[in-house]
């Protein structure tokens, strides 16, 4: 069973969270490598913003939500268990860290 810390989420939700841009709407794949492993999270998000007056330009992130998300961990190329968790990753992505 893969347990992923701290530094994992917060590695994942930095590259989540450059993947999905200025988007409203998020839909891919996005992957960490570590010393001998491997995460892939794929996932839908609804991303919802702050108004911008004017319209020209997104607003900051306030929210997050998942519609769907599958978390693999790859050791040596094989699939292992792992113990991903939506709320503890959640602690890591915006607006939570905007000021990291």
Same mark, same amino acid.
């Given at each position: 069973? +893969?347990?992923?810390?701290?530094?994992?989420?917060?590695?994942?939700? $930095?590259?989540?969270? $450059?993947?999905?841009?200025?988007?409203? @709407?998020?839909?891919?794949?996005?992957?960490?490598?570590?010393?001998?492993? +491997?995460?892939?999270?794929?996932?839908?998000?609804?991303?919802? /913003?702050?108004?911008?007056?004017?319209?020209?330009?997104?607003?900051?992130?306030?929210?997050? $939500?998942?519609?769907?998300?599958?978390?693999?961990?790859? /050791?040596?190329? $094989?699939?292992? +268990?792992?113990? @991903?968790?939506?709320?503890?990753?959640?602690? @890591?992505?915006?607006?939570?860290?905007?000021?990291?």
């Amino acid at each position: 069973m +893969a347990v992923l810390n701290d530094c994992t989420y917060k590695n994942l939700a $930095r590259i989540l969270t $450059r993947a999905i841009g200025d988007v409203e @709407f998020f839909n891919g794949t996005v992957s960490h490598h570590g010393d001998g492993y +491997a995460v892939n999270l794929r996932t839908t998000l609804l991303i919802y /913003r702050c108004k911008v007056p004017g319209g020209d330009r997104t607003g900051s992130i306030i929210d997050i $939500r998942p519609v769907w998300c599958e978390c693999e961990v790859l /050791r040596r190329g $094989r699939v292992v +268990a792992n113990e @991903f968790s939506w709320s503890e990753f959640t602690r @890591f992505l915006p607006p939570r860290n905007l000021s990291a």
